[in-house]
């Protein structure tokens, strides 16, 4: 079973640039949840895609967005990247089985996003 | 506002003894609740759940503790190993659409040999 792998590990960006960050979800797994990790703080939810739609969003605005192809793979994009930016950005899958989305996600081992 | 709090940032215990770590959560909505283990470098590891349905379920080691009229949920290692020194998450999700995971800060387990 492959589980869920993150690309870049590491990226430096330079305020106002966009950038992308991808994801492999778990075999087997058809949802992908992305979330923020600022330091010192938990993860929060930035948003869910399934079936290639965007299924829920937290409190982050409209320049971030996402994708989720038809492998289930998934990619986060943020565009005029700000100071604030700089966090550890980590995506989990999970399985949807017909009454909604598992409970239980698995993640990836981030990538982390410097801005300066 | 934080909806799951995990008011101690850091915990010492020695190997062999018992690690209780708490959290606490303000949304009655919140119907499952999910302890995370992260390692420096890697993403949150699932440990182990609770359904509020529940108020205790138990794995290997690990045992998770729900007191629901409190809104209070404890972890217990036992016994501790150096191998479970690393910062714990407690999570919490109110089902919903998409089922997201609202997360406390994190505590900082460290087991001494």
């Known amino acids: 079973e492959t589980g869920v792998t993150q690309s870049p590990t590491h990226l430096i960006k330079t305020r106002g640039q966009q950038v992308t960050l991808r994801c492999s979800s778990q075999?087997?797994?058809?949802?992908v949840s992305w979330y923020q990790q600022a330091l010192g703080q938990g993860p929060q939810f930035i948003f869910q895609?399934?079936?290639?739609?965007?299924?829920g969003r937290g409190n982050f605005p409209p320049r971030f967005s996402g994708l989720q192809f038809p492998n289930y793979s998934s990619e986060l994009n943020v565009n005029a990247l700000e100071l604030d930016d700089s966090a550890l950005y980590l995506c989990?899958?999970?399985?949807?089985?017909?009454?909604?989305?598992?409970?239980?996600?698995?993640f990836g081992p981030g990538t982390r996003l410097t801005v300066t | 506002d934080q909806q799951v709090k995990q008011n101690s940032p850091s915990l010492s215990v020695q190997e062999g003894r018992i690690s209780i770590l708490n959290c606490d959560y303000t949304n009655s909505m919140f119907d499952y609740f999910l302890w995370y283990k992260k390692y420096p470098a890697e993403g949150p590891t699932f440990l182990i759940s609770i359904s509020s349905i529940k108020d205790k379920n138990e794995d290997g080691r690990f045992t998770v503790f729900l007191n629901k009229s409190a809104k209070h949920l404890s972890l217990h290692i036992v016994p501790s190993q150096p191998g479970d020194s690393a910062v714990y998450f407690c999570a919490a999700s109110d089902g919903g659409s998409n089922y997201k995971l609202t997360f406390g800060k994190g505590t900082l387990l460290t087991v001494n040999p």
């Open positions: 895609y399934y079936r290639e739609e965007e299924n």
């Open positions: 075999s087997g797994h058809n949802t």
């Open positions: 989990a899958s999970s399985l949807e089985s017909g009454g909604g989305p598992d409970y239980e996600q698995y």
